[in-house]
């Protein structure tokens, strides 16, 4: 009785965030825990040491209280909580830490992951927040979960001069994109390739490929390579805050909310391209208008504007330009345009080291 006069009170503790969570993709959430009691229990630091996992369905109720089977072994953790996790049909995980393997394990299996600390309920209110019920609506708007695309770059600089590239783009699931370049001719051949945050470039007078950072840019210009290689912004961030129309006495930017979410963002991780992201969202489309990639004190590295909507056909209409200026590089532009995006599946195997001089091949 006591059990369920507690599981009662943790879904009123939710009740907020249920009438978005009456959906088929609602998530099975595993939260990282240093006791059983879900209405006091803090985040577990490490997401394989932690002594147990509480899961919670898709309306924030408390499920089921297991003990982590594999926080003693010796090596391996990580990768078997992983796995473990996924066996029970969990598809989200949280906890302050994760390691790199578990990291990959997680990818592998389609589970999603969110680095948090506070209390257990807490957690679990924020990832089913409508928020980022909206960030991953978002994603899907603006790209099916396997695609192929041709898209122009355009660097413009002060005085005018433009240089252009355009690359043939595929991609799978979240953590999978890879282009090549089809112009200039001085360019033709290379090969960019991004899993989750680890990029390489192939070039072919060079024979192998060489490590790439986010940061940098393949083509210069004010696009750096996460903004090229784009993964699902859900894949990368969590929405801390969401205003919306009716929050107008609350926010900011109170001109922007009569028909526009202001999702505030926050990186999972630190190896990601940008702390923060502010994402103003047209409310009838869900899909971005304009975002502002932020450091972790809050400066302003870039504004991103989407423009355009296009219908692409196969139900994905989206913008078909993508531009950004930055103040850390004044009267330069970039400009990326999209010529084509269509639903295609891919191997595993197209999105590896060794396939990246035979890009051209599924053209």
Avoid at 132 to 142: G, P, Q, Y
Avoid at 203 to 214: D, E, Q
Wanted: one cysteine or more; a positive charge.
């Amino acid at each position: 009785m006591k059990k369920a006069f507690f599981s009662i009170l943790v879904v009123l503790s939710l009740s907020p965030i249920m009438s978005y969570a009456d959906r088929e993709d609602t998530p099975k959430i595993a939260v990282a825990s240093n006791g059983k009691d879900a209405k006091s229990a803090m985040i577990g630091s490490k997401a394989d040491r932690c002594p147990y996992y509480l899961i919670f369905g898709g309306t924030g109720e408390l499920t089921e209280v297991v003990g982590n089977p594999y926080k003693d072994v010796q090596s391996g953790a990580g990768p078997q909580t992983a796995v473990f996790l996924a066996d029970k049909g969990v598809t989200v995980i949280i906890a302050e830490t994760f390691g790199d393997k578990m990291i990959t394990a997680m990818r592998s299996n389609n589970t999603d992951y969110f680095q948090l600390n506070g209390t257990v309920i807490d957690a679990v209110r924020k990832v089913l927040s409508p928020g980022n019920r909206i960030l991953v609506k978002l994603d899907r708007n603006l790209n099916p979960d396997s695609y192929e695309s041709y898209k122009k770059l355009i660097n413009i600089e002060p005085n005018g001069k433009k240089r252009e590239y355009v690359l043939f783009t595929v991609k799978k699931g979240k953590d999978k994109v890879a282009a090549m370049f089809l112009s200039p001719a001085s360019e033709k051949g290379r090969s960019t390739l991004r899993l989750d945050e680890n990029m390489w470039l192939y070039i072919p007078n060079v024979g192998k490929p060489i490590r790439i950072t986010s940061l940098q840019s393949v083509v210069g210009g004010v696009f750096n390579n996460s903004d090229i290689l784009r993964l699902d912004y859900a894949a990368e961030y969590f929405v801390e805050k969401m205003e919306e129309p009716g929050d107008k006495e609350k926010s900011s930017d109170k001109k922007e909310l009569s028909d526009k979410y202001i999702l505030h963002l926050r990186a999972k991780t630190k190896a990601v391209a940008y702390d923060k992201l502010k994402m103003w969202v047209d409310k009838d489309t869900i899909l971005p208008v304009r975002i502002e990639c932020l450091t972790e004190a809050s400066m302003l590295i870039k504004t991103i504007y989407y423009k355009k909507t296009e219908d692409f056909g196969d139900k994905i209409v989206r913008p078909s330009v993508i531009e950004t200026d930055s103040p850390l590089y004044k009267g330069y532009k970039s400009v990326m345009i999209f010529a084509k995006i269509k639903k295609r599946t891919f191997k595993d195997e197209v999105f590896t080291l060794t396939f990246m001089p035979n890009l051209e091949s599924l053209r």
